[in-house]
């Protein structure tokens, strides 16, 4: 049974009531979730940095060497700390980042249950996809049925409102 109310998309699971996720409160959920890395990222980064730097310097290293291991050593902790921020909490019994939780969504699988953490990693790769083609991966948000993104589809997921426990079968966060 599903029916359009108030411009919102909803659908039932069983006993359950769900409503989709749109596009403009998974971009709200998306900038605070953007200031919540972008602050631990920074954090992280000037700790490794100074530690690499004063190696460096210590050593007498060559500079360009010291440039080339910070990128690399960037890159690599940008991508852990993205696998273990959105993935892990996503898949955790928030399913939900910081900022999903602040506006009131929470990730499911297409059956309204907790995703694995593999699957959540999955999903978070999927996202890199969905920005790497001009971002229309991010934008399919607001043309999809289910309110999907390319890296939903491909995850298997649904971002819906709500709070975990509210969808999905019983037993399920325990």
């Known amino acids: 049974m599903r029916s359009v109310m108030r411009c919102c998309v909803w659908f039932q699971r069983g006993d359950f009531l769900m409503e989709y996720a749109g596009f403009w409160i998974r971009v709200g959920a998306y900038i605070i979730d953007s200031i919540v890395v972008s602050i631990g990222a920074g954090l992280i980064g000037g700790i490794v940095g100074g530690v690499i730097g004063a190696g460096v310097a210590t050593t007498g290293g060559d500079i ?14 940008g991508l852990v700390i993205g696998i273990a921020y959105y993935a892990g909490l996503e898949s955790s019994s928030w399913q939900a980042t910081l900022g ?75």
């Open 64 to 77: 360009g060497a010291m440039e080339s291991s910070l990128n690399l050593t960037g890159g690599f902790i």
């Open 100 to 174: 999903k939780k602040a506006v009131g969504i929470i990730v499911t699988d297409t059956n309204g249950n907790r995703i694995s953490f593999l699957n959540a990693i999955g999903r978070y790769f999927a996202k890199i996809l969905s920005a790497i083609i001009l971002l229309i991966g991010y934008i399919m948000v607001a043309f999809t049925e289910k309110k999907q993104g390319l890296h939903d589809m491909l995850a298997s997921t649904l971002v819906v409102k709500g709070q975990p426990g509210d969808h999905g079968a019983a037993g399920v966060f325990d």
